[in-house]
């Protein structure tokens, strides 16, 4: 024993930059985001299997890479401000925060932007590996993850223009159905002289002065005889016209 360590003494010098080597490697494994610590210390990833593969590893193995893809969330869609991580496996990149713009697009490093609104983050890593294989890269395999949903997320805006209080865009809530008569409530309600049977809903008509897709919805039923069945969901852009009546008494 004592010879051995009096070898290992006088070897130090040439065994230093093996030894340095490969604390660096199990460094970069640990730091590489594809992978977590089990309650055990151990690196796990639910979609290697817990297998402990590098991401080296994992695109060499078809059966691993599948189970990657196959884990990106495909159920929530993402909207403005909306916070997701980004990769490309095939790249020596840190993961990259990104946050959903108001226009409801990413900005994706050498791509620019991307429409997500709508899309879930498994939508959204295929369309943008299609893209980056059309433009720069043979293969790329694309990981978004959701990391923080934007509470106060709205879907855009609808416009309640004349006989109403408060005339100008209300936000469009994404967690419930908006109709036409609650964005005329979000507008103040209705002025004295509003014709409420005859409330016109214009899809597409706050900034298309030829949009033609019109619906008459009577705000006056729904209020006054509970017929919620004929209040109208708006979307985005919409205009919703209160016109005056005919005959004020």
């Keep these: 024993m004592d010879i051995l ?3 290992l003494w006088l070897r130090r010098p040439a065994l230093l930059p093996g030894l340095a080597a490969l604390l660096l490697v199990f460094a970069a494994r640990a730091a590489d985001p594809l992978f977590t610590r089990s309650p055990s210390g151990a690196l796990t990833n639910a979609a290697a299997s817990s297998r402990g593969l590098t991401s080296a590893t994992i695109l060499r193995d ?3 890479l599948a189970a990657l893809m196959a884990s990106l969330d495909d159920t929530k869609k993402l909207g403005p401000g909306d916070k997701v991580t980004y990769r490309v496996l095939e790249d020596q990149d840190e993961t ?3 946050t959903v713009s108001d226009a409801g697009d990413l900005d994706v490093p050498y791509l620019g932007l991307v429409p997500a609104m709508k899309k879930s983050c498994k939508q959204l890593a295929l369309a943008i590996k299609d893209r980056l294989e059309k433009s720069t890269y043979r293969r790329a395999t ?3 993850s959701l990391q923080e949903i934007n509470r106060k997320r709205v879907l855009g805006k609808v416009y309640v223009v004349g006989q109403v209080r408060l005339s100008g865009p209300q936000e469009i809530p994404d967690d419930e159905v908006f109709t036409v008569s609650k964005a005329i409530l979000k507008a103040g ?3 004295d002289f509003a014709d409420k ?5 214009i899809h597409g008509g706050a900034h298309n002065e030829n949009a033609t897709n019109t619906v008459i919805v009577n705000v006056a039923e ?3 005889k509970g017929k919620t ?3 109208v969901p708006v979307a985005a852009d919409d205009l919703v016209y209160v016109p005056k009546r005919s005959v004020n008494f």
């Design 5 to 7: 360590k009096k070898y």
């Design 229 to 231: 069945g004929n209040d």
């Design 222 to 224: 729904i209020w006054e």
């Design 197 to 201: 049977h005859k409330v016109r809903l």
């Design 142 to 144: 694309v990981i978004v």
């Design 62 to 64: 078809p059966s691993a």
């Design 189 to 191: 309600g209705f002025s």
């Design 96 to 98: 990259t925060p990104l």
